[in-house]
Antibody, heavy 118, light 107 residues
C-alpha cells in the first residue's frame, strides 16, 4: 500500500527556515515525482512546486522560488521541502503528494503544520 | 496564469440530493489537465477525478466529472453523509499550476 508520512509540527520565528520531510513507501520511489501544496488557516490550496523522483528536476511557483528548495533522497525514499526567510504568512499546513502527472496527486501525506510567530 | 473560479462558494443540500459543482477557467485548457479533489475537515485532500472525467481508484461512481475548454463540472449524483466536504478543482496544464477557491458542500 502506498503511503506518504510527513514530519511533525514545526514552530519558527520570523526570518528562520524550516525543512519538512515526506517519507514514501509501497512503490518504486524513482517512478514518480512529488508535489508540495500548502494551506493557510481557513484558506484554500496553494501549489508550491514539484520535484522529479527520477532525476531531481524541479519546478517552483514563481512567488516562492527565491525561498523554496525541494530535494529528494532516494536512499531513504524521502522528499524534502525547505522554505527560508519565513514570515507570518507562511503559517500553513504543508502537504506532499505523489505526483502521477496527468493522473493527479495521490496519495497525499498527512500534512505538517508550520507556525511562524515571534 | 490560468485562474480557476469555482461556484457556488457554498452548496447547501441534503443527503440523497444531486450536487453540481462548477469550475470555470480564465482561458481555454485541455481537460487532460483538470482534476478534482475532496477535502474533509482536518484531513489531507483526496483525488477524486483526473483528466476532467476519469475517476480515481476507489472513488464511488456517484462522482462524475465532465467539461471541456473553460467549463468543467463535478457532479455527485446522490449525496451520502460522507460527501459533505470542500471540493477543489486544479489545473496542471499551464505554469503556474493553480487551484480553484473551493466549493463547500454542506447540509
Amino acid at each position: 500500500q502506498v503511503h506518504l508520512v510527513q514530519s511533525g509540527t514545526e514552530v519558527r520565528q520570523p526570518g528562520a527556515s524550516v525543512k519538512v520531510s515526506c517519507k514514501a513507501s509501497g512503490y518504486p520511489f524513482n517512478s514518480y515525482g512529488f508535489t508540495w501544496v500548502r494551506q493557510a488557516p481557513g484558506q484554500g490550496l496553494e501549489w508550491m512546486g514539484w520535484i522529479s523522483g527520477f532525476n531531481g528536476n524541479t519546478n517552483y511557483a514563481q512567488r516562492l522560488q527565491d525561498r523554496l528548495t525541494l530535494t529528494t533522497d532516494s536512499s531513504t525514499s524521502t522528499a524534502y521541502m525547505e522554505l527560508r526567510s519565513l514570515g507570518s504568512d507562511d503559517t500553513a499546513v504543508y502537504y506532499c503528494a505523489r505526483d502521477q502527472g496527468s493522473n493527479g496527486y495521490s496519495p497525499w501525506g498527512q500534512g505538517t503544520l508550520v507556525s511562524v510567530s515571534s | 496564469e490560468i485562474v480557476l473560479t469555482q461556484s457556488p462558494g457554498t452548496l447547501s443540500l441534503s443527503p440523497g440530493e444531486r450536487a453540481t459543482l462548477s469550475c470555470r477557467a480564465s482561458q481555454s485548457m485541455s481537460g487532460t489537465y483538470l482534476a478534482w479533489y475532496q477535502q474533509k475537515p482536518g484531513q489531507a485532500p483526496r483525488l477524486l477525478v483526473y483528466g476532467a472525467s476519469s475517476r480515481a481508484t476507489g472513488v464511488p461512481d456517484r462522482f462524475s466529472g465532465s467539461g471541456s475548454g473553460t467549463d468543467f463540472t463535478l457532479t455527485i449524483s446522490r449525496l451520502e453523509p460522507e460527501d459533505f466536504a470542500v471540493y477543489y478543482c486544479h489545473q496542471i496544464g499551464s505554469s503556474p499550476l493553480t487551484f480553484g477557491g473551493g466549493t463547500k458542500v454542506d447540509i
